[in-house]
């Protein structure tokens, strides 16, 4: 049985993958890196160390060092959700189900922990979470289950025990990795999704039998 729900925030909580979108393309093209919705799309789901890394090695740039710029999409981030963050539709009802089925509830994400807490505050879910925990703490960041096995021991939850909900594919391969159930809520129809034990189209499809289906 499980004894846990471990969300995830950008793009399954929150509607911020666009967001996250609009700071990369902003502040890539100010160290002359032009990049597209495209562009940003193939590194959802992973930490911004690695991304800003990662597209350095590919387009090295001179001037503003690759942690600075990194620093400097996470406080755009953060403003833009402040000002204009927006649940994604069925989040708040399915944090609720969560909980309503005796579930201890946590949140595991790529995102710095600050973000995340900008994210919660403005969604009101500030109180839903018992834990809330960052990627940025571990070596490696998802597709690495390093997050969330870190999550199942502050819960005290063995990782069999815990239920991921995921809308990224690299959240997907590390809840797996980490040999969790995973319920998939992706934005893309993308075959390899079938790897999740659940695949919903939104959050609103999550019900009482989607939760038994899993083990809840």
């Known amino acids: ?7 995830d925030l950008d793009g399954l909580l929150i509607d911020s993958e666009p967001l996250w979108r609009r700071a990369e393309i902003e502040l890539f093209s100010a ?9 940003c799309a193939e590194t959802t789901g992973l930490r911004i160390d690695e991304v800003v890394a990662w597209r350095h090695r590919r387009s090295p740039w001179t001037g503003l060092p690759p942690a ?3 620093e400097r999409i996470v406080d755009r981030v953060c403003e833009l959700i402040a000002a204009e963050g927006a649940g994604k539709p069925g989040a708040a009802a399915a944090v609720a189900r969560c909980a309503g089925a005796g579930l201890r509830l946590a949140v595991a994400s790529s995102s710095p922990e600050r973000l995340i807490h900008v994210a919660l505050f403005r969604l009101g879910l500030a109180s839903a979470f018992g834990h809330v925990v960052s990627a940025e703490h571990e070596r490696y960041g998802k597709p690495h289950p390093a997050v969330l096995l870190s999550t199942a021991a502050r819960l005290g939850v063995p990782p069999e025990g815990c239920l991921v909900l995921e809308d990224s594919l690299n959240g997907v391969i590390a809840a797996k990795a980490a040999r969790m159930r995973c319920i998939a809520v992706p934005e893309v129809d ?5 790897l999740a034990d659940v695949r919903l189209s939104s959050l609103l499809a999550l ?3 989607t939760l038994a289906a899993v083990g809840a």
Do not use: K, N, Q, Y
């Open 1 to 7: 049985m499980l004894a846990a729900a471990i969300f």
């Open 68 to 70: 600075a710029l990194a």
């Open 207 to 209: 019900d009482a039998a």
């Open 190 to 194: 993308d075959p390899r999704f079938a």
């Open 31 to 39: 160290v002359g890196v032009a990049l597209s919705d495209a562009d």
